[in-house]
Structures are given as structure tokens and as C-alpha cells.
């Protein structure tokens, strides 16, 4: 398995997919010096189906190969790490991982454009996010579902905005492949992230898991029950096992 190392992270090759370790006391470092740079920045937040999705080649792999930061946030990609490597890697719970970086953005009074989610429940989330942070600048918000010929005006807008992160959560056409496709577009500055329920969590609609049940790994339990058909998961869950023993068996990543 390959390692980068730097001052404040450290970067991994997990079945040829990049995965950042980072102590939570380094986050704010490794942001600003992100910010520093004169380009954008991809932050992925990484689940073991995102993994294995980005081991094909294809428009999602080259998205997850270029991203400035590729977050996990499966416990089945730690233990894949310490399987192979004896890594201790950081797992991140989506939501906390969002508030932390939105703290190290209010520390210095930086920047957020909210992008996604239905109207009402955008609306909602920016008036909490501006109560709980309330140096940070929301510079604009528009909601998802929007029309294929509002795209290049929205972008526009977000583009004027310059926001030093763009937070994209669902009803976006083509989910984070959407800032995959509109990178350039949206200029070269600034910190992106895709997350599915975010502004739902934020607008107090939909709970996040407690952190007794995420370090346990049972996040899942409660989506499946939704989503039975999603037990399924269970064949590409013992495909990646079973990857796992070849790597550390055959291969030398």
C-alpha cells in the first residue's frame, strides 16, 4: 500500500483509491493551506461504495484521482487500511465533518455558497447555519431541481460569489459528478463538497446517527430498514473482502 506523508496528513492508496488520513486537530491547517493556493479543491466524502465505484475507470474515478482531499467515512475502509498497512486511519462522521471545516471557515470570517435541496428547506438551513455561525458569510444559495438553462447563470452567480466553499446537497443533477463536469466553470479558487442530506440535517428534517452508533459502524442498520432492497449490498461488501486478502496475499499497492 502507498503512503504520501506531509506536515499535517497523511495520504494512502487503499486498493488504488487515494484516501487522506487527518487528526482532527490538523483539519484547520490542511484547510488554509488549501485556501492558500490559487485553484479549487475537491473534498470527497468517502463510502466504501464510493471506493469500490472508483476503482472503475471513468468520469468518477478521475473526479476521486484529483480531488484535494478524499475524506472517509466507512469504518470498512478503516479496517481496510489497518488490514493492509497497520495505518491507523481518522474515520469522519459526514455531519460533524461539516461543521468542523464550516468552524475553521468562521474563525476567519471566509466564506459558503449553499447549493441544493428543496427552497423551503434551503431557506431553513441557512438561517441556522447563520445563527450557529455567525461570522461565516453565506454568499448566495439557490435550490437543486433547478432547470437545465438556469445552469450556466447559476454558476455564473457562484463564480462572482467566489465563495471559499460551495456546499452541493441533493436535487443537483448529477449529484457530486455535477462539480466534476462544472469544475472550470465555476472558476479556480475555493473548496467544493458534495453531501447528499446536509441541508435536511441542517434544517432540523432528518436526524443524523449519534455518535455511539456511527463509531460502532451501525449507521446502516436504520437506512436498510427503509430500503430493504438495499441488503443487496451485501455481494460488493464481500467482493471488497475478498480484495482485500488478494492485495495483502498477491499484490503490492
Given at each position: 500500500m502507498g503512503i504520501e506523508t506531509s506536515e499535517n496528513r497523511q495520504r494512502v492508496n487503499l486498493l488504488k483509491v487515494p484516501v487522506d488520513i487527518i487528526a482532527p486537530d490538523?483539519?484547520?491547517?490542511?484547510?488554509?493551506?488549501?485556501?492558500?493556493?490559487?485553484?479549487?479543491?475537491?473534498?470527497?466524502?468517502?463510502?466504501?461504495?464510493?471506493?469500490?465505484?472508483?476503482?472503475?475507470?471513468?468520469?468518477?474515478?478521475?473526479?476521486?484521482?484529483?480531488?484535494?482531499?478524499?475524506?472517509?467515512?466507512?469504518k470498512s475502509i478503516i479496517n481496510g487500511i489497518k488490514f493492509l498497512s497497520k495505518v491507523k486511519a481518522v474515520r469522519y462522521m459526514p455531519f460533524d465533518f461539516v461543521v468542523s471545516l464550516l468552524t475553521v471557515l468562521e474563525d476567519r470570517e471566509f466564506s459558503c455558497y449553499l447549493l441544493g435541496g428543496k427552497n423551503r428547506v434551503l431557506l431553513k438551513a441557512e438561517k441556522n447555519l447563520r445563527q450557529t455561525f455567525p461570522r461565516l458569510r453565506?454568499?448566495?444559495?439557490?435550490?437543486?431541481?433547478?432547470?437545465?438553462?438556469?445552469?450556466?447563470?447559476?454558476?455564473?452567480?457562484?463564480?462572482?460569489?467566489?465563495?471559499?466553499?460551495?456546499?452541493?446537497?441533493?436535487?443537483?443533477?448529477?449529484?457530486?459528478?455535477?462539480?466534476?463536469?462544472?469544475?472550470?466553470?465555476?472558476?479556480?479558487?475555493?473548496?467544493?463538497?458534495?453531501?447528499?442530506?446536509?441541508?435536511?440535517?441542517?434544517?432540523?428534517r432528518k436526524k443524523?446517527?449519534?455518535?455511539?452508533?456511527?463509531?460502532?459502524?451501525?449507521?446502516?442498520?436504520?437506512?436498510?430498514?427503509?430500503?430493504?432492497?438495499?441488503?443487496?449490498?451485501i455481494f460488493p461488501y464481500i467482493y471488497y473482502l475478498l480484495l482485500l486478502l488478494v492485495y495483502k496475499l498477491f499484490i503490492k499497492d
Open positions: 490538523q483539519l484547520g491547517n490542511v484547510v488554509y493551506d488549501l485556501l492558500k493556493q490559487d485553484k479549487e479543491h475537491n473534498i470527497v466524502l468517502l463510502s466504501l461504495w464510493d471506493l469500490l465505484r472508483a476503482r472503475k475507470s471513468g468520469e468518477y474515478r478521475s473526479y476521486i484521482m484529483r480531488a484535494s482531499l478524499v475524506i472517509p467515512i466507512s453565506i454568499v448566495g444559495r439557490f435550490p437543486g431541481s433547478f432547470k437545465r438553462q438556469e445552469e450556466m447563470t447559476i454558476i455564473k452567480a457562484i463564480k462572482k460569489a467566489s465563495p471559499s466553499l460551495l456546499l452541493v446537497g441533493k436535487g443537483i443533477r448529477g449529484k457530486e459528478r455535477w462539480i466534476a463536469r462544472n469544475n472550470l466553470a465555476l472558476g479556480n479558487s475555493g473548496m467544493r463538497l458534495w453531501c447528499s442530506d446536509l441541508f435536511d440535517v441542517f434544517a432540523e443524523h446517527p449519534s455518535r455511539a452508533v456511527f463509531d460502532s459502524g451501525l449507521e446502516w442498520v436504520g437506512y436498510y430498514f427503509r430500503r430493504p432492497y438495499k441488503l443487496l449490498r
